[in-house]
Structures are given as C-alpha cells and as structure tokens.
C-alpha cells in the first residue's frame, strides 16, 4: 500500500494542494462539511490498490462446512475463497445459512455444494468507487480483487469505509436499511449534498452521474421492497426511463418510470401501490414528470402484452407523442423484478422495426426540432442584446447529440444505455468514425457538467433547476467550450442529415 504524508489528504494529493497548517488540520478535523467532502473525494480518486486489501484465504472445494468454520473461527474471518478444479467461489456466512438449512449433516456437506461460484471482481487498478458501485448494485458485501488473472485479495465494504475515514453515513446503506418511507426519504435527501460536495471539489462529471445513478436506483428499488407486496415484485418489472435509464441525470428534475407486468398476473390495489409510489417520490424530491411518464399513469403500468401493443402505435401510429414515448423507453434500465420482461419488450421493438430504414431517418430526424435555422448560433459568440442573454442547453446541445447517438443505436440494435457506452460500441462495430465519437463524448460530458453547474447557482438563487443556461453567469473559458461543445453538436447533426438522408440544418 502506498504511504503517504499523513498531514495531507488523498484529495489535497490528488489536486496538489498544498499541504494545511497545522491550525488548519484541527479546524478540518472539527468541522464535519470539511471532513465529508474529503473523504467523498478520497474515495472518488482513489484506485482500488490503495486501499486495505486482505489477503486471501483459499479452501479445497471438498473440504467440508464444519472443518472451514472452524478454519474461519481461527483465523478471525467471515469468508474463504474456494478452488474447485477450474472454478473459483467465494464462502461467506450468507451461504452458511444456505447450509444450515439443507438436510444433510454439515459434516458431511462440501463446501462446493453452498459456494457462490464465479464471484464479483475488480482489479487493482480500477477506481475504488467502481468496487462501491459493484457492491451497491449487487447488493454484495465484498469483492474478489485481482491482478491480472491472479487474485490478490478480498475487498470487503468494511474496508472501503475504513478507506474514506470511517464516514458516518452511507446514503445507499441507510437507504437499504430504511424501515419505512421517514428513514428512506431521509436517505433521498441526502444526495444533492452530496453532489454539491463532489461537484465543489472537481470530481469528473461522468463519475457523479454514475454515483448518483445507482443512489437514485437504491432509493427507487427500497421504495418498491417496502410499498409492494411479494407477489407483485416477483410478477413484473420496475424500469426507470429517459436520462435516469441512460444514467444521465444528476440533479432531480422529474420522475421516468414504468411497470411491466407478468401477462395473466392480476393484483388487486395496484393503482392504490403505484399511486403511492409516485407520491413518495415527490415527496422524496423526485419532482412529478410533465409528461406523465410514471407508473402511476395506466399508460406506463401493464401487462407485457398491452405494452408491446403501445410500442406498435408508436412505432406505426400517428400520434405525434409516440416517437417521444419510444425514444424514453428505448433508454430503460431495470431497477427491480423480473428483468426478462424488459427484454422481451425490447425484442419487441427491434421485431417491429426488422425492415425500417425510412423509420429510422424519421426517428433521427427529431435532431433537427430545435433551433434548425441556427439563429441561436450566430448569436451565441457575441452575446449582444436580450436573445442572448439565455439559451436551453438541452434544446441545443443535449438533446440532439444523445437523441442522434441514440437512433443509430436503434438501428445497428446496440442495446447499451449510456450515451458514452453507446458512441463506443458503435465505434467497435465500425459505424461511426472514432475521432468524431471522442469529440461527442467530451461535448456531452462538458455539457452535462456545465448543466449541473448551473442547476447547483439556480438552487443556490433558490430558483427551481431547469435548461436555462445564462450565458452572463459563464467565464471566457466556459464560453469558448460551450461554443466548440455547440459546434460539434452542430457537425454531428450535419453527419445525421448525410447519414439518413433528411434535409440538414
């Protein structure tokens, strides 16, 4: 483990700030704002390598329950890697209940019959906040950290908080422990400061949506444990949609979500369940979505089948909304519930468009809905007199750089969510050249991060957050990039308008 001055902190390390006075060290220490923020900014850079790795402890997959737990007892641990033949398993005390339970004396019992076989694993050169997210996501208290092929130790969340200075809360492990809907929203209400603290102190815009990302679905999917019964969680599928899905949204603005439901499955009280679960997210701070697009709405709660009828009209109707209500669920991520359900909807759309070259361009035209006439454009470098003084950053940025990318998803059936992870699996099947794809990922990863500056000034003002960027408010820097972010937009749309064949800007 690499040492290290022990006045200084991994984040003063990181941004070279000097190191502090010693006056200034206890005046940090003593000060819990001061305090937090260092050690969220500890863990977000931070590689996995750096932190408390213990080594492994290997067991013989023959080797029976009881002579490991003695083994276990001994040596102080909770867990054991085992080795059975060319698999690899992990042993903790959540598959000694699974042995507890079976009929066989546990003497008698391999270990091998209650391992969990292929575990979660890091390396050690990921960002230790990727281990976080692992854990969080699969709902796993440690993980498997290799070295190339060799595994070199265990990762275990106990070490991960002993990293970030033994923080006093972890709003995702509050929010898995909430007993009822007081602790969760407190939970909730914890993120915007902590995307105000990370944000403050320089860390990667990328990084907090995706920290954010899994919170938001932590809270969404503790929601859903505590408001719906068993039966209803095992017969459908809670998604979230749009920029939530995409994993794109930092600060909440509004609530995409949706049930898919087993097809025959009937329960009775689902508007009562799907009611409450909207309002609790309002409540949450989650703002009720404009469009409609909640569970709550009948629309965005049904069965599989009805919903592959809804996907039919608007993929062949004429209602102007569908397209929209396509391209929202086109970015759905599962947050609980049978996943294959969101699959087979999925299916279903790459079914309906098996020979759809002339929807595509349609579908892709929607770049061209805002500011085609590039008027926004000619005043933007100037930035003279009262049309000026304001522009929609989604409209004219945000929107056709992700709705672009996302049409050329549809259509060469990549199923990746993240704008990003979209550009680059494009790239990797060879339909978009990889120059112009690293000019988008920079400009949607600018645009994002300058989105979540100005909706942190506008909470500041006390103003609700929106698009509205007000370009008086931005530095020549951010000026200069928000025109060359604009100018790649603009380049992308012409690159779509060759593409599809529509007429460009």
Known sequence: MRQSDPTVTKAQEVAGDPPPKVGLVDK??????????????????????????????????????????????????????????????????????????????????AVREV?????????????????????????????????????????????????????????????????????????????????????????????ITG?????????????????????????????????EGRGEQIIKTDQDNALLLRDGFVFEGLEEVTQSFTSALIDFGYPSCPGGIMLSRPLWRQPLCGFRDSLRQWIHGTDPQGLLNLAIFLDAAVVAGDAALLEQARDHVDHLLSDSDAFYAHFASAVDQF?????????????????????????????????????????????????????????AADRIDEALARDLIDAIHFLIGLKLASNLRQMADGRAPDNAIRLAELGSLERQALKDSLAIVRRFRHWLGRHYKFDSI
Request: with cysteine.
């Open 371 to 427: 500011g085609g006439d590039g008027s926004w454009w000619h005043r933007l470098p100037g930035l003279r007199g009262r049309a000026a003084a304001e522009i929609d950053l989604k409209k004219l940025g945000i929107f056709p750089l992700v709705h672009g990318v996302r049409a050329l998803a549809l259509q060469y059936r990549v199923r990746a969510l993240g704008t990003v992870a979209r550009l680059r699996a494009l790239v």
């Open 211 to 243: 920290l954010v990302g899994e919170l938001n679905r932590q809270i969404f999917l503790r929601l859903w444990e505590l408001l719906a019964p068993e039966p209803l969680r095992a017969n459908s599928c809670l998604i979230v949609l749009g920029s």
């Open 115 to 207: 391992t969990t076989f292929e575990p979660w694993s890091v390396s050690v050169k990921d960002e230790l906040y990727d281990a976080m997210i692992l854990m969080l996501r699969h709902r796993i208290h440690r993980v498997v950290v290799r070295k190339g092929d060799a595994v070199v130790g265990v990762l275990s969340q106990l070490d991960l908080m002993a990293f970030v200075a033994s923080h006093s809360h972890l709003i995702a492990l509050q929010a898995i422990q909430a007993t009822n809907l007081g602790e969760l929203k407190a939970a909730a209400r914890q993120i915007n400061s902590l995307i105000k603290v990370l944000h403050e102190d320089g860390v990667r815009v990328e990084v």
């Open 28 to 109: 940090g220490l003593a000060d819990p704002t001061f305090r937090e923020r260092r050690e969220f900014v500890s863990l977000m850079a931070s590689k996995v390598g750096d932190a408390h790795l213990r080594k492994p402890f290997f067991v013989d997959g023959a080797t029976d329950v009881v002579t490991l737990c003695h083994e276990l007892s001994r040596r102080g641990l909770s867990d054991a890697l085992v080795n059975d033949g060319e698999r690899l398993g992990i042993f903790t005390t959540t598959n000694l209940r699974e042995a507890v339970l079976r009929p066989e004396p546990m003497a008698e019992l």
